[in-house]
């Protein structure tokens, strides 16, 4: 951890990540989504928009000699960092694709298992990037999403969207917005559809985000988004204190004797091709 004008910067953004965001909430989502898609021994297995790789290692876990990984995302940065960390954990091999999600560099029929945590709202064109998961799963494959409910679901990020939009301004929040931008399980079950997909599920599921000190996620958590950390370091000190004590009171009534508890909803969407 460095300081920069009295504010603490925790390294990385995939760093930050993995040390943070993946311990208080996305690894169980994680587990959560590898376990929803029911892996088998020997499965070749895809993951959309891997970011550090902690779905692909979960799965990684589960296919035997015989199975595949591959992670594939858009940031070059992440997935030199994925593969670091898959090694950092003796997880071999994984295979790791920088590209976009809808011009995949792979051929029809390759993949038993398609995986996409939190990645498909941020997608400018998401119907694109389901027919390209689609086109790369096996006759009979099967596809396990996730994406975050309502801003209001996922009080956490509609309070960092509402005081950072109100110090630093709107255009730093969109992050928040487009993470919660995909909610209406209706639109996104004609998505599907339409892209051939069938025995399409939605489920609803909850889970806590818990860390042992709000401070200290705070700033592990904003450290995962350089553009804002560069507005925070710009800051004057006393306001600064001033936007912090706020997100603090706010987030207050998610604090528990253990620290952070705050609720996160997603849909879990399951479905064939």
């Known amino acids: 951890m460095v300081k920069k004008s009295g504010w603490p910067v925790n390294g990385t953004a995939s760093e930050a990540y993995e040390r943070y965001i993946v311990p208080a909430w996305m690894g169980e989502w994680a587990q959560l989504l590898v376990d929803s898609a029911r892996i088998d021994i020997g499965n070749k297995v895809l993951d959309v928009a891997c970011g550090t790789g902690v ?29 670091q960390f898959a090694e950092k954990e003796d997880i071999y091999p994984i295979e790791w694709y920088h590209s976009d999600a809808i011009s995949m560099p792979f051929g029809k029929n390759e993949y038993d298992v398609v995986l996409c945590q939190q990645g498909l709202q941020f997608f400018p064109d998401r119907l694109a990037a389901l027919q390209e998961m689609f086109r790369v799963m096996v006759p009979n494959g099967r596809i396990a999403i996730s994406i975050w409910r309502s801003l209001d679901r ?8 509402d005081v950072i939009g109100t110090y630093l301004g709107a255009h730093l929040t969109t992050g928040f917005h487009a993470s919660c931008s995909l909610f209406d399980r209706e639109e996104i079950r004609d998505m599907l559809s339409s892209t ?10 909850s889970r806590v985000a818990r860390y042992p000190s709000l401070e200290e996620f705070l700033s592990g958590y904003l450290s995962v988004f350089p553009f804002i950390v560069a507005k925070i370091v710009e800051m004057a000190d006393e306001e600064r204190v001033k936007m912090f004590s706020e997100i603090n009171r706010s987030l207050q009534v998610y604090v528990d004797d253990y620290g952070l508890a705050a609720p996160m909803e997603s849909h879990i969407i399951i479905a064939n091709k």
């Open 154 to 161: 996922c009080p956490f990020l509609a309070v960092l969207a």
């Open 55 to 83: 779905v692909a290692r979960k799965a990684a876990r589960l296919i035997g000699a015989d199975g595949k990984v591959a992670g594939l995302d858009a940031d070059k940065a992440m997935l030199i960092a994925a593969k």
């Open 196 to 205: 051939g997909f069938h025995d399409n599920y939605i489920r609803l599921e």
